[in-house]
């Protein structure tokens, strides 16, 4: 199966402004899940659900009226799960390269008509970098394991 990313551009409105006069964090949540769920319910084929966004990592303002590049691509899959790499872009209209603001990892499952989980299509690296972004996945989720056991006492 074709792993492409899912790829959005866009212009950032005033309507994502936040406080301080930069696009708002929860407009950019919002592109990460937009461009998160059309990625894995396209490799699925199945309507899909976000179980876990972890370690968002902000690394510059994006500004109201840049160009905004949302990338989304399959990096590991269980027997029901996708784990998908968010990166988010910016660049000023003036200027013709792009430049990361954004990081995420976000995992989706495909789910069935009932809300129950179905199989979904193994992603296999093919490439050093493919395999080397399945490995981040992989620790990724060792960490979030090792958290969620952390979190037990406070739930």
Same mark, same amino acid.
């Given at each position: 199966m074709d792993n492409k990313p899912v790829t959005f551009q866009f212009i950032? %409105?005033?309507? +994502?402004?936040n406080y301080g006069g930069n696009v708002h964090g929860g407009s950019v949540m919002k592109w990460i899940d937009q461009a998160g769920y059309a990625c894995a319910t396209t490799w699925s084929g199945n309507y899909s659900v976000t179980v876990y966004v972890g370690g968002i990592r902000f690394y510059e303002p994006i500004k109201i009226g840049e160009i905004v590049k949302v990338e989304a691509q399959v990096i590991y899959t269980g027997s029901s799960s996708m784990h998908i790499s968010i990166n988010v872009f910016s660049r000023n209209l003036k200027q013709p390269t792009f430049d990361k603001k954004t990081h995420c990892i976000i995992v989706f499952v495909g789910v +069935? %008509?009932?809300? @129950? @989980?179905l199989p979904v299509p193994k992603w296999i690296p093919e490439t050093d970098e493919e395999i080397q972004q399945e490995k981040y996945a992989k620790r990724l989720m060792d960490l979030r394991t090792q958290i969620e056991d952390e979190m037990k006492p406070f739930l």
């Open positions: 950032s %409105e005033p309507s +994502d402004v +069935d %008509e009932n809300g @129950k @989980k």
